[in-house]
């Protein structure tokens, strides 16, 4: 199966900034969306930010729209996100997906579109 790996997290002051990663094992993504999730303790994966390997195309959540920037490298191997001005309200698991078929469904950042799942990294942000 196609393997992810998230890397990057950690903590962060209000205001502060981290780069998470997302690397893929033994496989490109060309044709598939990536995804970017965070979950907190008793509430569902949300989706934060998703692109398209396709033609680049980005859709954010509205609580980081202007604050994380979304990317995937020309090799179609990795993904970043970019979280700048982080708030609190930011701190969870973050987790890398990938959607399960190529070529063919629209960009979207619902969990019910990606099959495969990194193990996530934690992000923490207080003062």
């Known amino acids: 199966q196609l393997q992810l790996a998230e890397s990057g997290g950690g903590s962060a002051q209000p205001g502060g900034s981290l780069r998470l990663s997302c690397a893929v094992n033994?496989?490109?993504?060309?044709?598939?969306?990536v995804g970017w999730f965070r979950q907190v303790p008793g509430k569902e994966r949300e989706g934060i930010s998703c692109?398209?390997?396709?033609?680049?195309?980005?859709h954010y959540d509205d609580s980081v729209k202007g604050r994380f920037t979304i990317s995937m490298d020309n090799a179609k191997k990795a993904s970043d996100l970019q979280m700048n001005g982080l708030k609190p309200e930011d701190t969870g698991v973050y987790y890398c997906?990938?959607?399960?078929?190529?070529?063919?469904?629209?960009?979207?950042?619902?969990?019910?579109?990606?099959?495969?799942w990194g193990q996530g990294t934690q992000v923490t942000v207080s003062s």
């Open positions: 033994g496989y490109t993504l060309d044709g598939y969306h």
């Open positions: 692109i398209s390997s396709k033609d680049g195309s980005a």
């Open positions: 997906a990938v959607n399960l078929w190529p070529l063919g469904p629209p960009l979207a950042c619902s969990s019910q579109e990606y099959g495969y």
